[in-house]
């Protein structure tokens, strides 16, 4: 299936509502864990029964909730009915595939957005769909796989900073969604480094692996560009929001990340230049190499035309020609003959013309 675009014929003329997982299952098991603070008391849970939400449902505290796993529509229904959401809620959580996007409902608002990785051993870029549910006294992150990409939050709270301790769960929101634009910076970063080294190899041997790379580079960056520009879009429409459930102090954040997504937007821009660039500079000095040999076999043929010519007409009729009888004269041409053309081979493919 394609990277781009990925559209299921089922979903087709289904109802908005419909409870229907839109993705790929990326776990088995739907994990729970509950991070539960205040300014001076902190409790962490891993859920298993969900009659045990209602307990965190305190105005007193902070809750975040994060659930790993998308798969079990029975268990995102029943956190709906909890927390008593409407349906539409949980259908846009279960649609992975969508833009990221902002959508206010009367006791919530739900953020989408996508998170970006680089796998180590492969060093493709994975995409991940991550929904916010936002209210005054909780926040619940939907992750289609568990990771460890918000440990450096879990870590802030465990350690009692300040900041997030005493924030709300609008500035925990902010918290989740610098990092996943802190990571769009970071996989930009790196793949601009490969770009950028590519520089090197083009001019000093634009071979077709050379080629293939710069291909290659530009699939990741339209790839990159095409989740990085709609949560841009969506950001930006973030902290325009009017919203109970985001204090006045939080937008001051939420311009932050602005600042942030427009640089990530603006280095991936900048390094699909460079990539276009890379690729004139690719052809230019191809075509200035195809120059160089073609200069040289038109003064190689000019040289010996004439002498083809002068051969051609007179051949080697001429009563004194001392390796006419000779007994090996026969094999040595043919020796001649081999010995030039395999040094010919040899000179065109030590001048990288073959």
Known sequence: MTRFIKKSKLDIGAAPDDLIFRGQRKQEEVLIRVIDFDANNLREDAVEALHKIKAFQNEKTVTWMNIDGLHNTLILEEIASVFDFDRLVIAEVLNTEARPRIIEFDNCTLITIKMLQQENDTGMIKVENLSLILTKEVLIS????????????????????????????????????????????????????????????????????????????????????????????????????????????????????????????????????????????????????????????????????????????????????????????????????IVVAIAMLLYFKNKKWL
């Open 142 to 337: 939907f992750q289609e796989r568990k990771g460890d990409v918000f440990e450096p939050v879990r870590e802030r709270i465990r350690k009692q900073k300040k900041r997030i301790r005493n924030g709300g769960t609008d500035y925990l929101t902010f918290a989740l969604l610098d990092i996943v634009i802190d990571n769009y910076l970071y996989v930009v970063s790196i793949l601009g480094e490969k770009i950028e080294n590519l520089e090197e190899n083009l001019l000093s041997d634009p071979d077709q692996q050379v080629i293939n790379e710069i291909n290659k580079y530009k699939r990741e960056l339209n790839f990159l560009r095409k989740n990085i520009k709609p949560a841009r879009e969506m950001i930006f429409a973030l902290a325009k929001l009017e919203t109970d459930f985001i204090a006045e102090s939080t937008y001051l954040h939420f311009k932050e990340l602005q600042d942030n997504i427009s640089q990530a937007s603006d280095v991936s821009d900048s390094y699909r230049e460079i990539l276009s660039d890379q690729l004139n500079i690719y052809h230019t000095t191809l075509s200035s190499k195809l120059n160089d040999v073609m200069k040289f076999l038109t003064v190689f043929s000019v040289v010996f035309i004439p002498l083809t010519f002068i051969a051609g007409i007179y051949g080697t009729n001429f009563d004194n020609v001392p390796e006419l009888h000779y007994k090996y004269s026969y094999h040595i041409m043919w020796g001649v003959m």
